[in-house]
């Protein structure tokens, strides 16, 4: 058959079922896996909720087995689950099959080498790429084992717990959106293991690969309405909400607040730093004055870094890095293998609002206020260069940076334009410092960008 290169993105492997990823190409990605990394020890693998997940997981445990690797199955886990799973267990790396946020159709894989280390198209899914474009013959090399293991969930969820004193969380009245993935399980779990006094309302909460609302993202604005609504109507004190693979979180506020993790990412911020000062923060470029402002205050050592899960867990390992925070909606935890958790969130500020004794509205709304923002904005261009270079032209005045895309900061306002790796868009963030200089220079920007 012919295969689909464009599947092997920056991050992962992902495509729509069954036309670009299918069952032989799932066999030839975990062949391809094993002879390029030749696991010693056993490679973990998982999969995500969606309706054709667990068959291709089998057929990426064939080829694995195949190239002679042992495999521990570990059934349904979230993506977050997969660098616990390979950093707990010290596998010799793992798979999880997933596609993470998109819609139903689509399928995919994401992939990390012993000791949690990411791969990407330059380390290693690249690779994988040109070794099924040429590689013809798919024989049995050494048929490995495969060890079925289905403890994973109370393991994790344990292990989510150690990361705070559960005997100070208060009672909340909380509505969880898992929006169909595998998430409300999870955290459930955690909350029955931990004796957590949680009243808990329940938002498509039943796994269902068939995501009935649509694309089961929080970060599309359409999708928090339902959930919000929700929050403010059964005066609920907290509202949480995760992608499909449940490496994403974000936050609502009592009264049907949805926050931002922007904003949100100020509180754990302090929560971090007042238990570790002195420590390095990293954050991305997107938004950044909130974010200075809170790790200056607590004490840390702030750290750039450009937007992307691997750039982010590099910078990590480099400096040394207590943790991590993204604007969409991923946080990580040197002490969780340099990864991201979409569980530790979620009891952290369950924690914080228990020692505060405070709603969420009253302390992030100052925040908010402080700090405004105009969410993410894409929009098709034919030649991102040269826009990208027309903008840095009209701002000369502001101090730029390459970093990522171009980023141009005056006294007011900062923005930054990035670059799709994926598809001629251009990706517009802008935080200033009152909500009129923020319509102001958006309109002005897109403008330019739309032209």
């Known amino acids: 058959m012919i295969v689909d290169t464009t599947i092997f993105k920056g991050y992962d492997i992902r495509g729509v079922y069954p036309e670009s990823i299918n069952e032989e190409i799932a066999y030839k990605i975990g062949y ?13 693998v998982g999969h995500d909720v969606r309706i054709h997940s667990k068959s291709l997981k089998d057929q990426i445990v064939k080829g694995l087995t195949d190239a002679g690797a042992s495999v521990i199955d ?5 993506t977050d689950m ?34 949690v280390i990411p791969m990407t198209l330059e380390t290693g899914i690249g690779d994988i790429r040109d070794f099924i474009v040429k590689y013809k013959k798919y024989s049995i090399v050494k048929k490995g084992s495969v060890r079925r293991y289905s403890n994973i969930l109370d393991d994790y969820s344990k292990y989510i717990l150690s990361w705070i004193n559960p005997n100070k969380i208060k ?10 993935g595998y998430g409300g399980l999870i955290f459930k779990n955690i909350v029955k293991l931990g004796n957590l006094p949680l009243e ?7 796994p269902d690969g068939n995501f009935p609302k649509g694309r089961p993202d929080p970060f599309i604005p359409e999708n928090r309405i339902e959930f919000s609504h929700l929050v403010k109507s059964s005066n609920a004190d907290l509202g949480i909400t995760w992608d499909a693979d449940s490496d ?53 050592k702030p750290v750039m870094c450009r937007v992307g899960h691997s750039y982010i867990k590099e910078k990590m390992r480099e400096v040394n890095a207590l943790f991590a925070v993204e604007s969409s909606g991923h946080t990580y935890y040197r002490d969780y293998w340099y990864s991201d958790c979409g569980m530790i969130p979620p009891l952290q ?8 004794s405070e709603k969420l509205s009253k302390i992030i709304k100052p925040v908010i206020i402080k700090y405004p923002i105009y969410d993410e904005v894409n929009s098709e261009v034919k030649d991102k260069e040269a826009k990208i270079e027309e903008i840095a032209k009209k701002y000369k005045g502001g101090k730029q940076s390459r970093l990522d895309g171009i980023c141009v900061e005056y006294d007011d306002f900062r923005f930054v334009v990035r670059p799709s790796n994926t598809e001629s868009l251009l990706r517009l963030t802008l935080e ?20």
């Open 432 to 451: 200033a410092k009152n909500e009129k200089i923020v319509k102001e220079k958006v309109d002005e920007l897109l403008k330019i960008i739309r032209s």
């Open 349 to 356: 500020i369950l924690e914080y609002l228990s020692e505060k």
């Open 32 to 44: 391809a896996y094993a002879s390029l990394n030749k696991p010693k020890k056993e490679v973990l």
């Open 74 to 78: 570990v059934g349904w886990i979230s």
């Open 82 to 115: 997969l660098y616990f799973g390979v950093g707990y267990y010290k596998t010799d790396g793992g798979i999880a099959v997933t596609a993470s946020h998109n819609p139903p159709e689509w399928h995919g894989a994401k992939m990390v080498k012993a000791n």
């Open 200 to 206: 808990i309302i329940e938002l498509n909460c039943e």
């Open 248 to 300: 994403r979180v974000f936050f609502c506020a009592d009264g049907g607040l949805f926050v931002v993790p922007y904003h949100l990412n100020t509180l754990l911020i302090e929560y971090m730093l007042k238990k570790n000062k002195g420590r390095k923060v990293i954050y991305d470029i997107r938004y950044t004055w909130g974010l200075l402002d809170s790790i200056k205050k607590y004490g840390g």
């Open 171 to 180: 009672p909340f009245r909380i509505v969880i959106n898992p929006n169909f």
